[in-house]
């Protein structure tokens, strides 16, 4: 396997959208409910990889898209240090790779880059990615109840993680 990570652009929207929408599918809670309106996925991608608070990764294997996460650096003026982690997705039939480690290792790579101290992410309580998180030395902060949707529906809460990082 050869896997590559890199910044992606306005030419990845289509497979970005193929990613959601396969994600939110398989029960991913991804701010989307199943089945992703038409449009919905490109559209949120197109906004996403244009706007410059946002760094966009890509995972690749042999040259194709399958996994991504989203480095959002637009803070309030009284947060500069800080940045959130947005948007952790693995296509399902690439999922056990380590896609998603090397997605968060490069994203918390660039928050250093960027003079970023402090990150922050929440994931869903059931089928979120809690373990890979911790794993990866974040601090669960705690849980907000019924925080949102499943994707075919039913409340799900939300656990909140944060990481402290180098300066």
Known sequence: MN??????????VPRLAEILQETVAA?????????????AAEAYWSSAVADAGRIVLG??????????????L???????FRGEIWKLMVA?????????????IEAGRLAVE??????NLDT????????????????RAGVIAD?????????VGTAIYWKKLPA
Request: charged share 20%; no cysteine.
């Open 124 to 139: 869903a309580v059931e089928g979120g990615a809690s373990e890979l998180y911790e794993s990866l030395g974040w601090t």
């Open 147 to 155: 925080y949102a949707y499943k994707p075919q529906g039913g409340a």
């Open 92 to 104: 399902p039939a690439a999922r056990g790779q380590g896609l998603a480690r090397a997605l968060m």
């Open 59 to 72: 995972a690749f294997v042999d040259d194709r898209l399958e996994g991504t996460v989203t480095l959002w």
């Open 74 to 80: 637009d803070t309030p003026p009284n947060q500069p």
């Open 27 to 39: 029960g991913g809670s991804v701010h989307f409910m199943d089945p992703v309106p038409e449009g």
């Open 3 to 12: 896997l590559t990570i890199q910044r992606l652009d306005a030419a990845a």
């Open 114 to 119: 960027h003079g970023r101290t402090l990150l």
